[in-house]
């Protein structure tokens, strides 16, 4: 079974700009959560789908926003990068969205964005 | 809200060597508890979990026991490896998000 699909690895773009980050959940997951991981701030929680509806966001501007396809496929976009956006993104998913159960969720490889 | 404390870094440890990695939480409710393994240029990989008090979670040697009376789930592992070095994360969940702590680096040398 394939894992946790995130594309494209790499990413250099300029202030300003801005950025779409794809992610294919592991085959039979429809929830997928997206998070930042910075040297200065760590691991901080974007938000999170079920079955195409954001149930749960985290603390960023709404610069950062996301959604989900029908496939469970998700997407999250950066309008207006600035140069405090570089960070590693991470696309995690499971099946379903209850971490308190026995679900058990899945990170990507990640995509890194630069922002020069 | 929801916090996690592990204990800082980074920790170096010749081979063979016992490991305690200390992590601390601050939660309402009952949360799950996690390790991460983060090993570089890749995303975080699972090492075990715990979803109520007194559970021993347990992979690869490593073991974590969710205590409830001192808000703890330390990580521990009998005998390290070169392999094992890696960046180790405790994190909760009260529903559908993780919670991280800040990452303790690992090195083992030979």
């Known amino acids: 079974k394939a894992g946790v699909t995130q594309t494209p690895r790499y990413l250099i773009k300029t202030r300003g700009q801005q950025v779409t980050l794809s992610c294919s959940p592991i085959?039979?997951?429809?929830?997928v959560s997206w998070y930042q991981q910075t040297p200065g701030q760590g691991l901080q929680f974007l938000f999170e789908y079920f079955s195409e509806t954001q149930r749960n966001k985290g603390n960023f501007p709404g610069r950062f926003s996301g959604r989900q396809f029908s496939n469970s496929r998700s997407e999250m976009n950066v309008s207006t990068l600035e140069l405090g956006d570089s960070a590693l993104y991470l696309c995690?998913?499971?099946?379903?969205?209850?971490?308190?159960?026995?679900?058990?969720?899945?990170f990507g490889s990640g995509t890194q964005l630069s922002v020069l | 809200g929801d916090s996690v404390t592990q204990m800082e870094g980074p920790v170096t440890l010749s081979e063979e060597a016992f490991l305690t990695i200390n992590c601390t939480y601050t939660a309402t409710g009952y949360p799950s508890l996690f390790w991460y393994v983060q090993y570089p240029g890749e995303g975080l990989q699972l090492l075990l979990k715990?979803?109520?008090?007194?559970d021993k979670g347990s992979n690869k040697g490593f073991e974590a026991t969710y205590r409830k009376e001192t808000t703890s789930f330390h990580l521990e592992k009998g005998s390290v490896q070169v392999s094992d070095s890696a960046v180790y994360f405790c994190?909760?969940?009260?529903?559908?998000?993780?919670?991280f702590g800040e990452g303790t680096q690992l090195t083992v040398n030979p």
């Open positions: 715990a979803t109520k008090a007194d």
């Open positions: 085959s039979g997951h429809r929830s």
């Open positions: 994190a909760l969940s009260s529903g559908s998000r993780l919670t």
């Open positions: 995690a998913s499971s099946q379903g969205p209850d971490l308190t159960t026995n679900e058990k969720l899945f």
